[in-house]
Structure formats: structure tokens, C-alpha cells
């Protein structure tokens, strides 16, 4: 069988900021159907599970505004040396100010 990981994926995002700070790192979570009615959801408001969001911190922190937009593209592949793990990278700009 196919590992759909082997081939990657990747998906566009747009965060607006709501505070001024400082731009650390992003978080990751996710919400999966298993059976009919039966869901698991790792976001920060769900209830909690032993499964936790990601925390992938970011290079260089970047000052942000409140009203800025970041705007990127997150990209998966799983890992040639260990197919358990993934290489989750992020490319983005906010306003004008580059990172990866």
C-alpha cells in the first residue's frame, strides 16, 4: 500500500494578528473523523486527550502588529531515514517580512 506522506503534501494559510507581539513559533493541531460520531481533536479549546498540538518554532522571531497578516505555505514529507518521523517546514511572509 501507498504511503500518501511518501509523495508529501502541502497547504497555503493566512493568520491575522490580533495583538502585538512577538512571532515565536507556530502551533499545530488537528481534528480527525474515525467512525461515524466518533471524532479526535487536539485543538487548544478541545477537550483535552493524551494527544498534544505541535509547537514548531520559528528561526528568527519577528515582531508583530496587530491588523498583520501572515501568509505561507506549510509542507510535509515524511522523514527517507525514519518513517515515523516528518519534515514539516514553513514558508511565510508577514507583511513583507520573510521566513522559513
Known sequence: MENPLDKGFSSD????????GVLNA????????LCKNVFLNTMPLAPETHWKQSLFFINKPIHVSKGDLIEGTIKINADEMNHRNLIVKFIYKVDGKGGS
Open 13 to 20: 494559510f493566512q493568520i491575522a494578528i490580533a495583538k502585538e
Open 26 to 33: 507556530f502551533v499545530g493541531s488537528f481534528e480527525v473523523q
